[in-house]
């Protein structure tokens, strides 16, 4: 099994511009998330799933849309990049959503000038 | 907010046990002790979780006070590679969001 992995691993946007942060799972997980990690923040709830066609927001949803068409994907849309944007991004997921261990993908680190 | 309380910082000595402390005095009944590691640029990794009972796995042991209060985290043998961010996480096991609120943790640094 691949786990959890996360595409790319990089990347620098401009002000304005969006895209999308890939997630992907191969252990027929039902319940994926995304988090975001900032300096003397802590990891932070974007948004999660608890299943194929069901998203949520979490704690700091604004500026970022998510969608699950399949168990294995949960991408994370950033739709116009701020500065404020800029983080270090972990996808995870787990059998469901009170399962005792998440697995956490690699990260994408996020940089908006 | 996190709702637990852990040091900084912590040294350990290569090959000895690490104990990482941990205060969550607000804990309801059924609300588990979840603890997380992070290695540098890595994504969070799981480590162990209890209730009231102590555990024990191939990674570490978890003791927790009767009062379920404190805990301490036990790492029997530490090595190199266990330098690491340790997070340590009460949340419901049944969780309806399936969130983790990881604070600040403990940043433990194993020396030779």
């Known amino acids: 099994n691949a786990g959890v992995t996360q595409t790319p691993k990089f990347q620098v946007l401009k002000t304005g511009q969006s895209m999308t942060l890939q997630c992907a799972q191969d252990?027929?997980?039902?319940?994926m998330s995304w988090y975001r990690q900032d300096p003397g923040m802590g990891l932070r709830l974007i948004h999660y799933?608890?299943?194929?066609?069901?998203?949520d927001q979490g704690e700091v949803p604004n500026g970022y849309n998510v969608s699950r068409s399949t168990t294995e994907d949960f991408p994370l849309r950033l739709l116009s990049a701020a500065p404020s944007q800029t983080s270090v991004y972990f996808c995870?997921?787990?059998?469901?959503?009170?399962?005792?261990?998440?697995?956490f993908g690699p990260g994408t680190r996020l940089t908006v000038t | 907010d996190a709702k637990t309380t852990q040091p900084t910082s912590m040294d350990c000595a290569e090959g000895r046990a690490a104990n990482l402390p941990c205060n969550h005095s607000?804990?309801?009944?059924?609300?588990?002790v979840y603890w997380y590691r992070q290695i540098h640029s890595q994504g969070p990794q799981y480590i162990i979780h209890?209730?009231?009972n102590n555990e024990t796995n191939e990674m570490a042991s978890l003791i927790i006070t009767e009062d379920r209060k404190s805990s301490t985290l036990i790492l029997p043998h530490a090595t190199l590679r266990d330098t690491a961010v340790y997070y340590c996480?009460?949340?419901?096991?049944?969780?309806?969001?399936?969130?983790?609120?990881f604070g600040q943790g403990t940043t433990l640094q194993v020396k030779p």
């Open positions: 995870a997921s787990s059998q469901d959503r009170g399962d005792y261990e998440q697995y």
């Open positions: 252990m027929n997980h039902e319940y």
């Open positions: 799933s608890v299943g194929a066609g069901i998203t």
């Open positions: 607000t804990i309801s009944g059924n609300e588990y």
């Open positions: 209890g209730l009231k």
């Open positions: 996480i009460v949340r419901e096991g049944s969780s309806n969001t399936g969130k983790l609120i």
